[in-house]
């Protein structure tokens, strides 16, 4: 009986590998084309200035509508674009995207906010980003400033030396970069001396029991004061209550972003948003 059960245990777990691995090499298979098929969209979450309430900035997140799966998270597929390389050419049709709406809205009288836009390791570690990211820029004309790079800790200190020369290269060039996901990588806190980092965005595992959780408390109002002292500026994410802000904004955070102002919208929408404020 045991022994049967651990059979069986054991074809429902290799069905399962096998189930997940098909859908890797068909979402693999999908995504070469997804491009080309203009399949991929970028929806924009805005940020919010603590003090004034006012959006300052969008982020600008993947969206793959297949027209068979439907929707797929970039949870799932981002890692197999990093995997397959075709996070090179996904993510520079992302920053020309992102960056030439940005033209867009500010032609169109929209005050000028900054835009976050997400970069894997694999692209960081191209040399000739800092002039891929100038010539987007010129192409979009658009000032550097407004043009906001988010990177995980993990990017960063994976090939430290290489990052420190990147990083330099595109704060000369006047690029700003945030990191992402703040708290949950490598958390070598010497690299926020050596890298020109602009801003610290608070990871939502933090946020998330802001209201309750001591420890949770504690983390927050920390990394507030250090990049406060150290003249970074911080953004809170995944904020979804009235609670979690109020906090937020009684320890001096500068900017917020979260489903509790909205989800991340299409273009339309996201304009639609600014304007009503
Ligand atoms: P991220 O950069 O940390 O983006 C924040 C994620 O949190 C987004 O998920 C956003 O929709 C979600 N979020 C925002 N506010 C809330 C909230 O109040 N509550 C909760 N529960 N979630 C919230 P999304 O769009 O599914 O993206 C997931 C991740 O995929 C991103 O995390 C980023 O790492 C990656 N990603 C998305 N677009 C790109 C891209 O263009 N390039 C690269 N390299 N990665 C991307
Ligand atoms: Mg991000
Ligand atoms: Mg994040
Ligand atoms: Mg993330």
């Known amino acids: 009986r045991a022994k049967a059960d651990g059979r069986n245990g054991y074809r429902f ?41 006012q959006v300052v900035g969008a982020e600008a997140l993947l969206r793959w509508t297949h027209p068979e799966l439907g929707a797929i998270s970039p949870v799932e597929f981002i890692p197999i674009a990093e995997n397959n390389g075709l996070i090179l050419p996904i993510g ?93 990588g490598y958390s070598s806190l010497s690299y926020l001396k050596k890298f020109q980092v602009y801003k610290l965005k608070i990871d939502q595992s933090f946020v998330r029991d802001i209201t309750e959780d001591p420890d949770d408390k504690a983390i927050v109002g920390a990394v507030i004061s250090m990049a406060s002292s150290l003249g970074l500026q911080t953004i809170a994410e995944g904020v979804e209550t009235e609670g979690q802000l109020e906090f937020l904004r009684a320890r001096g955070c500068n900017e917020a972003q979260g489903f509790y102002f909205s989800r991340p919208l299409p273009t339309q929408a996201f304009e639609d948003f600014v304007r009503k404020q």
């Open 92 to 184: 520079e049709w992302v920053m020309r995207t992102a960056t030439r709406q940005l033209s867009t809205w500010i032609a169109r009288g929209m005050a000028p906010i900054t835009m976050a836009v997400n970069l894997s390791a694999l692209q960081f570690r191209n040399p000739n980003l800092p002039q891929l990211v100038t010539r987007i820029l010129e192409d979009a004309a658009l000032p550097p400033q407004l043009l906001e790079i988010e990177l995980t800790e993990g990017v960063a200190m994976t090939h430290p030396l290489e990052a420190v020369a990147v990083m330099n290269e595109l704060h000369q060039r006047g690029v700003r970069m945030a990191i992402d996901d703040f708290g949950t």
């Open 13 to 53: 777990y290799t069905a399962q590998i096998q189930a997940h691995s098909d859908r890797m090499l068909l979402l693999d298979n999908a995504l070469r084309r997804a491009l080309e098929r203009k399949q991929l969209e970028l929806h924009y979450q805005p940020q919010i200035a603590l003090m004034s309430g």
